[in-house]
């Protein structure tokens, strides 16, 4: 129970081996960005936008919501599997660095203002 001090989050992310996000609905998995910041595969049910973050069978797996069956099967076969874990932990880093920073998402909400303003 209780929270997690936000400078202690990297440490958690670190120490696990695979992210598991069975969300039912999430508008922007925050807390994916931030595991996948720290190079761990995902595995997050395909809801809202989830799609966005983790890019199936590259960052990790989606899986259909309330799916526990497959949920466990794509957890294990990252765990059965520590080469595909780290290439997609690599890659989720990668997706982060590129579409997920600070600097991008100041950019798009200028892009779409103007557009609105147009």
């Not at 989830?50 to 899986?63: A, K």
């Not at 998402?105 to 779409?112: D, F, L």
Request: hydrophobic share 40%; with cysteine.
């Amino acid at each position: 129970r209780g929270t997690i001090p936000f400078l202690k989050l990297p440490e958690y992310y670190s120490a696990c081996d695979v992210f598991a996000f069975p969300t039912l609905h999430d508008c922007f998995g925050k807390v994916l960005v931030e595991a996948m910041a720290c190079e761990k595969p995902t595995v997050a049910s395909n809801v809202c936008g989830v799609p966005e973050i983790v890019e199936d069978n590259v960052t990790g797996f989606l899986v259909k919501s309330q799916d526990s069956r497959e949920l466990a099967d794509k957890i294990l076969k990252l765990v059965e599997n520590p080469k595909l874990a780290k290439r997609m932990g690599e890659k989720g880093r990668t997706r982060v660095e590129k579409m997920f920073t600070w600097e991008r998402t100041a950019k798009e909400n200028i892009r779409i203002y103007d557009e609105l303003l147009l």
